[in-house]
Every structure is written in C-alpha cells, then in structure tokens.
C-alpha cells in the first residue's frame, strides 16, 4: 500500500454522497485489472460531473506507462510524452515537492502570462504553447505521489470553475484508494534514488550531448546552477562522472533506453 495521506473530512457532503464514497472505495479496493478500475473512474465522472477523468502512473522516461481514463484525449497524451512535458510540468512539479492533492487553476491560468517571458525554458515554452493549441482545461482537480522512482497521477480537468467544495471533497477522499488501485498496475522499478524535477530534466538534456552552457538556456538557470546540479546528482547517484551519471539514470528508469538507441 502507499503511504498517502489522510483523505480530507466529509462530514459537509449528503448521505448519499458519503454512501457512494464508501462503495467506490470498496470498488477499487478490489479493482485489480484496467477494465475494472475503467469503470469505477466512469461512475465518477458521472457522479461528480466530470469532462474527463484519467490516471497516469509511469517512471518520467515513460518506459512503462499505464494510462485509465475516461473522456480524456489520446492525441495530448501521446504529444505530452513524446515531447517530455513532464519534465517542466508545473503539475509534476507540485508532485514531486509532496503536494498530494490540489486545484489546477493556480497552475495552469498562468501560461499565457509566462509565455511572454523570455526566462522560460524551450520546453516549458512548448507545453505551454501545446496545451493553449489543444484547449487544455484551466480549472479542476489533480493529484498524485511519487513511490520508488515512479510517479502516480490523478488529473479531472474541468473548463469552468466547479465553484464548490463538493468536487474536490469526493476527489479528495477518494484520492488515496485510487493512489493504491493504480499502484497495482505499476511495473516497479528498481530502488531508485530520488531526484528532484529539475535534475531529471537536467539528466535528460545531459544525454541529449548538451554542455552546461546549452543546458542552462533550456532550463532558464545559469551556468553555476547547472553545475551545482550536478553535483547534487554525483552524490545522490554515487556517480564517478557525467557518463557515469547517464548510464545510472538509465539503469534506474530516468532515461529511456528506447529513446538512447534512436
């Protein structure tokens, strides 16, 4: 099981709802398949009046990614991997800082505003451009944890505001069964260590056969930051130098070896 937090009191739904949370936590107690979970994630979209749900658990390498949703879009998902928005997602970001469950709209209202920065990073500037193409919705709710070198997500999107508690009290509470149901279909990983959400994406532009010049105009950081960082990931990966680093990332699911033998 996860070690997710305390789901959040709902003494302020009705009876109804508060029975109905108690069977789809029964339901994906025992949901061990993706047909099962599928059709627990549509009756609650239905119930709580979602446009889409989706959960998404995957090491940021995306080897072996799982995906349920109901009434989200294959073609962003397949956009959003390819190109590695994770890596600057300020969504994954939260998750990786240890925030479990929360609204989007502080993150995502903000892009248009960014995207007249000239601070931000190339990929940060394409997710940003990608995601106003492809009409990503501003409002709704997420989630997710991070369990060993994986991380797990919980993403309803909604276009307008839901305007009341009752939304993010369900999601919230149902948020750590569905943590739990999700992590079954998750192909583990070795004992990673744990990087942060820059370093990874340092890793990757590492790889990529970028010096530290190139790789601190990607990320918006200067040269100094960049070194320091790696660094930080000399010692986290016990790493003897920079292509002992990227063969470790490799070896712990950092990095794709799909993606090494392009």
């Not at 069977?23 to 549509?42: E, N, V």
């Not at 890596?87 to 248009?112: A, M, Q, T």
């Not at 960014?114 to 009409?135: C, H, K, P, Q």
Request: aromatic share 8%; net charge neutral; charged share 20%.
């Amino acid at each position: 099981m996860l070690d997710t937090e305390t789901a959040p009191a709902t003494d302020a739904l009705c009876a109804y709802d508060r029975a109905l949370l108690s069977d789809y936590h029964q339901h994906l107690q025992h949901a061990s398949d993706r047909d099962g979970i599928a059709s627990c994630l549509a009756g609650i979209r239905e119930w709580v009046d979602l446009e889409e749900i989706m959960l998404f658990t995957s090491t940021l390498s995306y080897v072996d990614h799982q995906i349920v949703g109901v009434g989200h879009d294959p073609a962003w998902m397949n956009l959003y991997m390819r190109e590695g928005f994770a890596h600057v997602d300020p969504i994954i970001n939260e998750i990786f800082l240890g925030n479990r469950f929360f609204s989007r709209s502080p993150l995502i209202k903000p892009f248009g505003s960014l995207l007249r920065s000239r601070s931000v990073g190339t990929l940060f500037r394409r997710l940003a451009e990608a995601a106003m193409d492809f009409g990503r919705p501003a409002h709704g709710y997420v989630g997710g944890v991070v369990d060993g070198g994986r991380f797990m997500l919980l993403s309803a999107p909604a276009t307008e505001s839901p305007n009341n508690a009752r939304a993010g009290l369900i999601l919230g509470s149902l948020f750590p069964s569905l943590m739990n149901t999700m992590s079954q279909l998750s192909l583990r990983s070795p004992d990673a260590p744990q990087l942060s959400l820059r370093e990874i994406h340092l890793l990757k532009l590492l790889a990529d056969g970028l010096i530290d010049a190139e790789i601190a105009i990607a990320l918006g950081i200067s040269t100094a930051t960049v070194r320091f960082h790696m660094q930080n990931l000399f010692q986290k990966l016990q790493a003897r130098n920079r292509c002992h680093v990227i063969a470790l990332a490799y070896r712990y699911g950092y990095l794709s070896v799909a993606r090494m033998q392009n």
